[in-house]
């Protein structure tokens, strides 16, 4: 499926502070969800988001001149981890992050089981990844008031 005209293309350090305040946005809504605003995705400093983009495989998606979404993954142990799929508010279900989940399978260089996690309320979300092959595997208490999904895919060689 292509989404509506968006460009996916590997990030760089000059765009860390635009998808660091989209990530906060985006997950803004996850806090007010849960009534947690103290979520990793929601404290992370602009100095560790450029340190993921030396180490992992780190995409965006493009509106023109927008970044309107992003995806990074790292290999662990032999499982790729993806993590932060976020698209913009104004931009979800229109098939952007179906199309940068299936981009950021293809940067994984022998891939052969990828994890992907989200809050066990973010119902749309765990149903975005079950179309695109992901199985729950395991459940995370990340506090008193969120309780993670893991979801696994394995890749055939």
């Given at each position: ?45 602009l ?59 293809k ?51």
């Amino acid at each position: 499926m292509k989404a509506i005209n968006v460009k996916i293309k590997k990030t760089d350090k000059t765009d860390a502070t635009e998808i660091l305040a989209l990530q906060k946005l985006v997950y803004l809504g996850e806090a007010e969800k849960y009534n947690d605003f103290t979520i990793p995705p929601l404290i992370q400093s602009l100095d560790e988001i450029k340190s993921e983009l030396d180490s992992y495989v780190f995409l965006k998606a493009e509106l023109k001149s927008l970044i309107v979404g992003s995806v990074r993954a790292h290999n662990l142990n032999d499982t790729w981890h993806i993590g932060r799929l976020i698209v913009h508010p104004d931009y979800q279900r229109k098939g952007i992050g179906g199309c940068l989940l299936l981009e950021i399978e293809k940067h994984l260089d022998h891939a052969n089981r990828l994890e992907i996690f989200t809050g066990s309320d973010s119902l749309s979300t765990i149903r975005l990844y079950e179309r695109y092959g992901y199985q729950k595997c395991r459940t995370e208490r990340l506090s008193d008031r969120i309780l993670l999904v893991f979801m696994e895919k394995y890749i055939q060689a």
